[in-house]
């Protein structure tokens, strides 16, 4: 009887939620995991790279057009879709200023996948816990992009309204 108890409390102990979590980190060479053997792949894994690296980090969305088709078809909530819909985004509703063009790309990537005509990027997203805004945890943010004649012509993410 001693032992059903014990047995009872220890499975009751561990129905509750998990309260660990390892960290989402970055790969150690990020540059690495836009490229594929596959000609088709490598060049919407390399656009995905410049659409990162120059359009995301270093805010040059002069040079949108030639990553990003003109019908961009967006699926954030926030920004509107075509090519200028999400330039405009960038550039007069967040205001990202442009900053030199870093030699290798600075954010953290944990994954890079591509499949057909789609590239998906998996990044690690650090937040404030909502329970105590003093700590954070970290979790995946995500971001894909569907890719006609090398160029991204529809962006998913995982993004809320405000």
Do not use: C
């Not at 961009?72 to 819909?85: D, E, K, T, V």
């Not at 894909?144 to 004649?149: G, I, K, L, N, Q």
């Amino acid at each position: 009887m001693k032992h059903h108890l014990l047995f009872a409390a220890l499975a009751l102990s561990l129905a509750g939620p998990a309260l660990a979590q390892e960290p989402v980190i970055g790969a150690a060479d990020p540059d690495a995991l836009f490229t594929s053997p596959d000609p088709v792949l490598n060049r919407n894994k390399q656009t995905t790279y410049k659409i990162i690296k120059e359009l995301l980090e270093a805010g040059h969305w002069d040079r949108a057009d030639q990553y990003l088709t003109e019908r961009y078809i967006q699926h954030n909530p926030n920004a509107a879709s075509g090519r200028q819909g999400v330039i405009d985004y960038f550039t007069k509703v967040l205001k990202v200023a442009q900053k030199p063009i870093p030699d290798k790309m600075q954010t953290k990537i944990v994954s890079v996948v591509a499949e057909g005509d789609i590239v998906t990027v998996a990044y690690p997203r650090e937040v404030k816990d909502p329970k105590d805004p003093s700590k954070t945890y970290t979790t995946t943010w995500f971001d894909s992009w569907r890719f006609v004649d090398g160029k991204a012509d529809e962006h998913w993410d995982n993004a809320l309204k405000p």
